[in-house]
């Protein structure tokens, strides 16, 4: 039940990445990002009706003001990345955050990594050189330089590093409250630490916020469903396995970029987003 729910997540995440991507013609970056938060509040909130509502101590709301605030700055680079580039070039980047999760846990934790750990890093550093295989043809190192000269490639690993923190930060607001009730929490949070950062730059883009409600609560929609199954999932079974299944996101990615925006190299996109999704997987059964 755990995958299935895990691969509804990733579904429900590359739609909404598909959304943002479209609905970023018509706002910032950051104006993106709260509409990602606020408006699947509409969806999220009535849940509280229909759940327990946990007993909180000081560690869940620790955990809260670390994930809320690290996600500040993420989820604008995320919009920025999204905005700028292509789907299928910026998305799978996220399949990544293996590599940072086992790099974190060795220097904080003092976990050693294995033969299979070792096989999983190489195979998504293959994927992620794939990505970029067309740039191969001006010398056998541009694939790699091209990531850090797309800004879109760059935000997104920057992204990827600081999920590998979050998600187990996350998890352990989830062990001291509820998977639904953390999820809920957390928007809420999200929306309104983003609302004086909006309000602010809103008199300098003069975007009309009020506009496009039905495309935005579409946005808000896909977010609230993403949300409900990733929590759900995360708190059945181990947080790398979890992570590295969701990366099937970065697969509905490419092809939405594919059939929506028209964007090219899919095939080789697929084929490293394919290797990446495995590399993770390894990894997970490390």
């Known amino acids: 039940m755990w995958y299935l729910i895990t691969v509804l997540s ?28 606020a408006f699947a509040l509409p969806f ?52 990544l955050t293996p590599i940072f999760t086992m790099i974190i846990s060795y220097f904080v934790l003092g976990e050693t990594t294995s033969v299979l750990g070792i096989l999983g890093i190489a195979l998504i550093s293959v ?20 990531i850090f000269k797309n800004k879109g490639s760059l935000y997104m690993l920057i992204v ?59 946005i808000g929609f896909a977010m609230a469903l993403m949300a409900v199954s990733h929590f759900t999932a995360i708190s059945m079974i181990n947080v790398a396995y979890m992570i590295s299944i969701k990366r099937i996101s970065l697969l509905f990615a490419i092809l939405y970029g594919w059939l929506f925006f028209k964007e090219q190299n899919i095939k080789e996109r697929l084929f490293g987003g394919v290797i990446i999704i495995i590399g993770a997987a390894v990894i997970a059964i490390a």
């Not at 998600?167 to 957390?186: D, E, R, T, W």
């Open 10 to 37: 990733g579904f429900s995440f590359a739609t909404a990445d598909a959304l943002s991507k479209k609905e970023s013609r018509y706002m910032s970056s950051i104006h993106l990002a709260w509409v990602r938060e």
């Open 44 to 95: 999220l909130l009535p849940i509280l009706f229909f759940i327990d509502i946990p007993k909180l101590d000081a560690v869940f709301w620790i955990a809260m003001i670390i994930c809320v605030g690290m996600d500040l700055v993420t989820t604008i680079l995320y919009m920025k990345a999204i905005k700028i580039a292509p789907l299928s070039l910026t998305i799978p980047y996220m399949g």
């Open 127 to 146: 994927g992620a050189y794939i990505l970029q295989i067309d740039r191969a043809k001006y010398g056998f190192f541009e694939p790699i330089k091209a």
């Open 160 to 218: 990827s590093m600081a999920y590998a923190i979050t998600a187990n930060i996350g998890k352990v607001a989830i062990q001291h409250s509820s998977p639904l009730f953390m999820c809920i929490i957390y928007f809420t949070l999200l929306a309104i630490a983003f609302q004086p950062i909006v309000i602010i730059s809103k008199g300098r883009h003069h975007y009309k916020l009020e506009k496009r409600y039905s495309q935005k609560l579409m």
